[in-house]
């Protein structure tokens, strides 16, 4: 069973950075893909960015060139650099976890509140 914990949420202004950060923890088969998807009021969950144990990364066109996402698949951790922030960037963030091979899994964090608001 994998236990998805994020952190790094919060308050910036716009133009600033935060750094989300997901711990997979428990006892589970190797993920194949981590990655970060948001929900604004709304809206339906969208993807952020991906990236699998490879080392292939996806993101969403509207974060390109201003967020990146980096894996440390020891610690089985994910992170979210989101930099030159804006007021639409403003969601509720959510780590995911995916396994293709079997056993399947495809685990969601409880989410963490972005807020870019001068």
């Known amino acids: 069973q994998v236990q998805l914990v994020e952190s790094g949420g919060g308050l910036v202004q716009p133009g600033g950075s935060l750094r989300l950060s997901c711990a997979a923890s428990?006892?589970?088969?190797?993920?194949?893909?981590m990655g970060w998807y948001r929900q604004a009021p709304g809206k339906e969950r969208e993807l952020v960015a991906t990236a699998t144990s490879g080392g292939t990364t996806n993101y969403a066109n509207s974060v390109k060139g201003r967020f990146t996402i980096s894996r440390d698949n020891a610690k089985n951790t994910v992170y979210l650099q989101m930099n030159s922030l804006k007021p639409e960037d403003t969601a509720v963030y959510y780590c995911?976890?995916?396994?293709?091979?079997?056993?399947?899994?495809?685990?969601w964090g409880q989410g963490t509140q972005v807020t870019v608001s001068s």
């Open positions: 428990g006892t589970f088969f190797s993920i194949n893909a």
């Open positions: 995911n976890a995916n396994r293709y091979s079997i056993p399947k899994y495809n685990v």
